[in-house]
């Protein structure tokens, strides 16, 4: 506690915590289904940190039960979930809206997600998939880009003209399909058509072969808070079979889960 | 860098480190389910910090976008799940192992799950629900204890003599339900039977009317790195069924997980 007061009389207290603890959240994150397992030199070169900078936090995290070292090599142990868990558990609307989805999966036979905004991505935070063996591998926590996803497209539009115009300048517009929008001005007509129709449907711009198609999650005030979307394969489906058999069911289950927020 | 360096020189310049660390990460868990939005005075109460102290982690976490602040109450943004949710939630052995466990759910039409262990508890790593309507509610990241779930007992048989007595020592033992066992000796004497059969099956010892059997997935080494589980409910199948008809099929699915290790 005196050393906690002391920092506190430091000249810049709030920057030094700040970036003791930026760093150590830096190193969780230099973890990755590429890099699982890292040495101490390997954290310090992906962190931009010294080695004695990246040892202190990787032996705190290991302390806190957040890492494990076998020596030589550092990993993050499964206490990690608990982090992401506790953002999950505050929103209990996930666990309701699993059955919804579940019902909507049977009975469409496509893979349903749910998805919130941040900055410029969207984030899964809900995913049921089919049980076909083509399918598309995107755990919770996940993240793809918001201008050329149909749940992205949705949720940009619950933002005034300005933010929405700031947020497509802060993305790296890249083409991912000859199909990606990538011009401002055109992405921000399809988010006003989004907007207006009250779903949307993005066809193969993010992956070849993937039809993806969108309805707003919204709450009492009206604001459209997560996006809820079936994909398809552009090989078993087309955009406008997705639209006509699947889309009055997706609008349904989206209006469902809207009710109990 | 100045400050950081200066920490390094300090009288106890490591705890200090581990300690505003470990206040970070309380400050994130003190948000959950029956707390999604607190104001800074709830976060001080729930975390035992002064409110100068959970202020200023409030506002460095806000700073790195992890927690969004309306004027009064602070909440979770979903960027908290960067911090190796997404990497763990989609670790490549459980995207591989997902579909074996769907396979086998398809097969017995009851719900599977994975977890691993974490000092005496178990955490859900992956989970495929059955679509019947009585479910279980445990995400990926839900923790149960360890001495009293199937798969707890065959990862605590992993351990050495001494370390499995340490764990359940350290174990706040309670009687969950009239069936449970607390005893340490009559708890140690089942994970050795779990042990020597290489199953475990846990009846209604967690849960009234919840049976639960688990099989251990063992990696190249021999060592025991999760556990997978198939549960019941007592009204609709009864524990000497569970064995005879899922246990091989349960087996089977935990050694083609196993192999692919």
Not at 14 to 21: L, R, T
Not at 67 to 94: C, E, Q
Not at 105 to 120: G, K, P, W, Y
Not at 140 to 156: H, Q
């Amino acid at each position: 506690m005196a050393t906690h007061q002391k920092q506190a009389l430091a000249p810049e207290p709030g920057d030094s915590y700040v970036q003791s603890f930026a760093r150590g959240l830096q190193v969780i994150r230099s973890f990755s289904a590429s890099a699982p397992r890292q040495t101490l030199s390997e954290v310090a070169e992906a962190t931009g940190l010294t080695r004695a900078g990246a040892r202190r936090i990787l032996l705190t995290l290991q302390t806190l039960g957040y890492v494990d070292n076998d020596g030589k090599h550092f990993a993050l142990t499964p206490r990690i979930l608990d982090l992401g868990f506790a953002y999950l558990s505050s929103m209990p609307i996930w666990n309701r809206a699993e059955p919804v989805m579940e019902a909507l999966v049977r009975q469409v036979q496509e893979s349903c997600s749910a998805a919130v905004l941040d900055a410029t991505d969207i984030v899964y935070v809900m995913r049921v998939p089919t049980q076909k063996i083509m399918r598309i591998g995107l755990g919770v926590g996940s993240r793809l880009p918001a201008y050329c996803t149909s749940m992205g497209r949705l949720l940009l539009a619950d933002l005034g003209a300005d933010e929405l115009r700031a947020r497509l300048e802060g993305s790296a517009l890249e083409a991912c399909t000859r199909h990606t929008v990538t011009d401002i001005d055109a992405l921000v007509a399809k988010v006003a058509q989004a907007r207006r129709q009250g779903w949307c449907l993005v066809n193969q711009e993010l992956e070849e072969g993937l039809i993806s198609i969108a309805a707003p999650i919204v709450d009492r005030t009206g604001r459209t808070v997560a996006a809820l979307n079936i994909s398809g394969q552009a090989n078993r489906t087309s955009a406008r079979l997705m639209q006509e058999s699947m889309l009055p069911a997706l609008l349904a289950s989206a209006q469902e889960i809207s009710r109990m927020l």
